[in-house]
């Protein structure tokens, strides 16, 4: 039983682990990769979009956090490159091999036993639902980036208590 519980909770560490990981790594990846962005054109831009879209952002909104939509540009360009020179997809077998894994885990969580009828029910009610598809798919994406970084970068590993977990300085 002990056994089980620290299989268990190594688990749910690694996720949190992995997941720490993969922010830090994008944020030093924005931090240290250097290229202009045209932040006129997207400023006006983004003042266009928010005077169309009855305000749900104003322009002024549009000033004030242009720093973080900027971070968010420049995440998606470098993110783009990344795919794009590592030839990074996630195919329907990954993602139907996911789902299978994320539906037994959710029933698992609530200690329902899954038969094989509830399974064939909740497949099919999770991909017939392009949301839930879609949050699937980006999971799989970011686990598939975290491991190239995991390759690519040099890592420092350092155990900590799991208090002081998120309160690890970069």
């Keep these: 039983f002990r056994a089980l519980i620290k299989t268990d909770l190594e688990k749910r560490y690694e996720a949190d682990s992995d997941h720490k990981f993969y922010n830090d790594a994008v944020a030093h990846l924005i931090k240290t990769t250097n290229f202009e962005l045209p932040d006129e054109f997207l400023k006006r831009y983004m003042k266009i979009i928010a005077s169309e879209t009855n305000g749900k952002m104003s322009i002024e909104d549009v000033e004030s956090n242009y720093p973080k939509y900027q971070e968010g540009y420049k995440w998606q360009m470098i993110e783009n490159k990344i795919v794009k020179d590592n030839n990074l997809s996630v195919n329907q077998e990954e993602l139907f091999e996911f789902s299978k894994e994320y539906i037994v885990e959710q029933y698992m969580r609530y ?41 690519k970068f040099t890592l420092q590993i350092e155990e900590v208590d799991y208090d002081d977990f998120f309160n690890v300085k970069n």
């Excluded at 036993?113 to 699937?136: G, V, Y």
Aim: charged share 40%; aromatic share 10%; no cysteine.
């Design 111 to 151: 200690g329902v036993q899954l038969t094989e009828e509830m399974f064939e029910k909740a497949i099919k009610e999770l991909f017939s639902n392009e949301k839930e598809i879609k949050n699937i798919r980006d999971i799989l994406f970011v686990k598939k980036m975290t491991e190239l970084f995991k390759s």
